[in-house]
């Protein structure tokens, strides 16, 4: 499990002092050890744990732990990452360092159960993205980068002072200072003290993820950001939020958890988010923003399935961050394909592509079904699974987010319409080639993925079921 964080940092500083024409070959052996590394994980005893002292004299320990929910987050960090790396030829050194950086930070978000450890990668990740925008980004790069590190920085301070009260309240109440999970899981506080902790973790996590109000910095970041940032950002950062949701929010705090007023409020939000990014994304006229904007859509779904807070809609909610991360990060390796051959975003430059890039067209038919949630596409069981959870909890939550689902069929498809269909208005477009050979090698494991989780969804649930039961266990008044 070491080598999940050791193996990236050391390749990234590595590569610095290398030719410049070994660093591609070199940023690809370093992901691709880091994918092996999790298949081989995944096949053995799970769930893990790795233990050492760090920092004795404030409790603070180099704690990882693997089960089946981190498991699956990790799967998914190690295979964006590759596949970012593969779809981003010719560049420079720094920007494969930075990908690994990010990748390191990534996995040990979904491994720390110090919280000492977890905030430290948590904040890690923001210093790689931040250069990946601002250095190799778009026209407004710069002030995208500054948007996201202010929101992303205001969010984990709050997260911070949460941390830190559920720290000092341990070692008043037991005399030892510990940031390990286990050990939190005995701070008990009463109810308005739990509320306001919940509230500070509720601002970093809901930033992170995020959520409506705190999602401006989105749909900048995501246009301004290169190919292989945009995969990351979506695919595997935008979890960050509601896995800290699970991992901390819920098993730390149960009463604020549990309280009614708070589930009402986060349930609202969710499901605002769901119909506003449905709504907004009818209006988009760029194709990053468009799907960007269907992120504050989809982990709406996710939040309003947390919040549910029973066995089917965590269930779901997991799942469906899994799918979301394959269905989003492969439209956002599909759209870096269509710039690198045509240079605009813009909807409107674009239309009859099918006749040209017949292969292009079907990968992005099945990614859009895919995020839409066709049946036996991997959409369709994590939304599914969702509203019976939501409908459990509150019907009418249910009701609304089935709305966002019709919101989501109108705007994608409407995208595909609009670009892949109809005759050949602007001649650039003709001479467009289809997927090449390294194209199609990127693309293929995320549509394998998402047949599998659509078609046989059982052995994902498999892996999340047992963590989810010991987490609601930890909730049962």
Same mark, same amino acid.
């Given at each position: ?23 591609w070959p070199l940023a690809i052996l370093a992901a691709g050890a880091c994918l092996a590394e999790s ?97 190799? =980004? ?212 674009? =239309? ?32 599914f699974t969702i509203l019976r959870g939501a409908f459990l909890a509150q019907p009418w939550w249910a ?79």
């Amino acid at each position: 499990m070491i080598w999940l964080l050791l193996l990236p940092i050391l390749a990234a500083l590595l590569l610095l002092a290398l030719p410049k024409r070994m660093a591609w070959p070199l940023a690809i052996l370093a992901a691709g050890a880091c994918l092996a590394e999790s298949v081989q994980l995944a096949l053995g005893p799970v769930p893990q744990e790795l233990r050492y002292e760090w920092i004795p004299s404030i409790g603070a320990q180099f704690l990882l732990t693997l089960d089946g929910i981190s498991l699956l987050f990790v799967g998914l960090t190690a295979l964006m990452s590759l596949l970012g790396i593969l779809a981003s030829p010719q560049m420079p050194r720094a920007f494969y360092s930075m990908l690994l950086l990010l990748e390191a930070g990534c996995f040990g978000v979904f491994l720390a159960q110090d919280l000492l450890l977890f905030f430290i990668c948590f904040e890690a990740v923001l210093i790689p993205m931040y250069f990946l925008i601002g250095i190799w =980004g778009a026209e407004r790069r710069q002030y995208a980068a500054f948007k996201f590190f202010l929101y992303t920085v205001a969010g984990s301070i709050a997260l911070l002072v949460g941390f830190l009260a559920l720290y000092l309240q341990h070692a008043a109440q037991t005399g030892i200072y510990s940031f390990d999970l286990q050990q939190l899981l005995r701070v008990s506080l009463p109810l308005p003290t739990e509320r306001l902790v919940f509230w500070a973790l509720f601002l970093g996590f809901a930033i992170k993820i995020p959520m409506l109000p705190f999602h401006t910095w989105l749909p900048d970041a995501h246009t301004q950001a290169p190919t292989a940032g945009s995969v990351m950002l979506a695919a595997v950062m935008l979890k960050m939020g509601t896995y800290g949701f699970l991992r901390f929010s819920l098993p730390l705090l149960p009463k604020a958890s549990l309280d009614a007023n708070v589930v009402q409020v986060i349930g609202a939000l969710s499901v605002a988010a769901i119909l506003y990014g449905g709504l907004i994304c009818l209006a988009q006229r760029d194709w990053k923003r468009l799907i960007a904007y269907s992120s504050v859509s989809h982990l709406g779904f996710c939040t309003l399935g947390i919040f549910s807070l029973n066995q089917m809609g965590i269930e779901g909610s997991i799942l469906q961050q899994v799918n979301h991360g394959i269905s989003t990060g492969l439209l956002f390796l599909l759209i870096g394909f269509i710039y690198d051959r045509r240079h605009s975003r813009d909807i409107g430059d674009y =239309g009859g592509i099918s006749k040209v890039m017949p292969g292009y067209a079907a990968v992005f038919a099945v990614a859009m079904l895919s995020s839409i949630g066709l049946p036996l596409l991997n959409g369709f069981v994590g939304e599914f699974t969702i509203l019976r959870g939501a409908f459990l909890a509150q019907p009418w939550w249910a009701v609304l987010a089935v709305v966002g689902i019709i919101l989501s069929a109108g705007y994608m498809l409407s995208l595909y319409r609009h670009t892949m269909l109809g005759p050949i208005t602007k001649e650039e477009n003709r001479s467009l080639k289809d997927l090449s050979f390294r194209e199609w090698l990127i693309v293929s494991p995320l549509l394998v993925w998402a047949v599998w989780i659509g078609v046989y969804p059982s052995e994902h649930f498999r892996l999340i079921q047992e963590p989810v039961g010991i987490l609601l266990e930890r909730l049962r008044p």
